[in-house]
């Protein structure tokens, strides 16, 4: 059974960090790309960033792009999200999605998800 289990959320000020980690189990990791996205209310799931096979690959929304770093640990089996420069409108559930070999910013293409983590940013 496949499990991606969020954690690292919070309630933060604006201009602070958090770092988001997803423990991946029940799948050949090395051979998922991996991504998170977010939600916040009303709104549907946002693409944020995403990570190749072995981590040569990264792709971010341009909102986010020199704030928030990607990364992941295949011995470990997990992938993680450093945000920095955090503002208000960064506030949502945080999910990370695993899709088979090829990244992809598409919530679509994903074939597992985690619960999500909420992430609140006060101004």
């Known amino acids: 059974q496949v499990q991606l289990v969020e954690s690292g959320g919070g309630l933060v000020q604006a201009g602070g960090s958090l770092r988001l980690s997803c423990a991946a189990s029940?799948?050949?990791?090395?051979?998922?790309?991996m991504g998170w996205f977010r939600q916040a209310p009303g709104k549907e799931r946002e693409f944020v960033a995403s990570?190749?096979?072995?981590?040569?690959?990264?792709d971010y929304v341009d909102s986010v792009r020199g704030r928030f770093t990607i990364s992941r640990d295949n011995v470990e089996n997990m992938v993680y999200l450093q945000m920095n420069s955090l503002k208000p409108e960064d506030t949502a559930v945080y999910y990370c999605?695993?899709?088979?070999?090829?990244?992809?910013?598409?919530?679509?293409?994903?074939?597992?998800w985690g619960q999500g983590t909420q992430v609140t940013v006060s101004s």
């Open positions: 999605g695993a899709r088979y070999y090829i990244a992809s910013s598409s919530s679509r293409d994903y074939n597992y």
């Open positions: 029940g799948l050949t990791f090395s051979s998922y790309a």
């Open positions: 990570i190749s096979l072995r981590g040569g690959n990264l």
